[in-house]
T-cell receptor
Framework: DAGVIQSPRHEVTEMGQEVTLRCKPI?????LFWYRQTMMRGLELLIY????????DSGMPEDRFSAKMPNASFSTLKIQPSEPRDSAVYFC?????????FGSGTRLTVV | AQSVTQLGSHVSVSEGALVLLRCNYS??????LFWYVQYPNQGLQLLLK??????LVKGINGFEAEFKKSETSFHLTKPSAHMSDAAEYFC????????????FGTGTQLKVEL
């Protein structure tokens, strides 16, 4: 079991650029979650999917953020255009029943 | 909506001392409850979970937690702290109506001193 795989681990980009974060959930898990972690706001749920369908995106901060899950083994979180306040660690997690397995996260720095 | 409250954003203990991290939940239905640990620059790792079976739940690394419905609590304990336990700990509650969505507390940073 390779766990939840996120890429890249670190991303540094300039303000205004498009950023795409990637996640491969554990095989057989049918729920996928995107979280953002900052010192100020802690862990925030951005969006989650069940069976590749977005269920709740109320945590997505604004229209600059979008997420897709084209199939059961891949999801992306895109920020366009990026801003310095988007700097955070972004986690992906997947679940089959109760409880999540988290990926190692992507540390995004927007300068 | 379900929620959890973690009392104390920072807890400091001596090596070998009891660890007690507090978590209270709010839920209109029987909850599922979780403790996760996050080491620096890593993702969150599941320590233990309560899913309505035994009220005393044992997890990894010697941690355990007791579900107390009367107190709406799910405190995390370990009899003897080790330096390697220094990390951030998150309590979480499951929203059973939302595809297993978890709501996390604000976290407690555990410091272990010699």
């Amino acid at each position: 079991d390779a766990g939840v795989i996120q890429s890249p681990r670190h991303e540094v980009t300039e303000m205004g650029q498009e950023v795409t974060l990637r996640c491969k959930p554990i095989s057989g898990h049918n729920s996928l979650f995107w979280y953002r972690q900052t010192m100020m706001r802690g862990l925030e749920l951005l969006i989650y999917f069940n069976n590749n369908v977005p269920i709740d995106d109320s945590g997505m901060p604004e229209d600059r953020f979008s997420a897709k899950m084209p199939n059961a083994s891949f999801s992306t979180l895109k920020i366009q255009p990026s801003e310095p306040r988007d700097s955070a660690v972004y986690f992906c997690a997947s679940s089959r029943t109760v409880g999540y397995t988290f990926g190692s996260g992507t540390r995004l720095t927007v300068v | 909506a379900q929620s959890v409250t973690q009392l104390g954003s920072h807890v400091s203990v001596s090596e070998g001392a009891l660890v007690l991290l507090r978590c209270n939940y709010s839920s209109s239905v029987p909850p599922y409850l979780f403790w996760y640990v996050q080491y620096p620059n890593q993702g969150l790792q599941l320590l233990l979970k309560y899913t309505s079976a035994a009220t005393l739940v044992k997890g990894i690394n010697g941690f355990e937690a007791e579900f107390k419905k009367s107190e709406t609590s799910f405190h995390l304990t370990k009899p003897s702290a080790h330096m390697s336990d220094a990390a951030e700990y998150f309590c979480a509650v499951s929203d059973m109506g939302g595809g297993n969505k978890l709501t996390f507390g604000t976290g407690t940073q555990l410091k272990v001193e010699l």
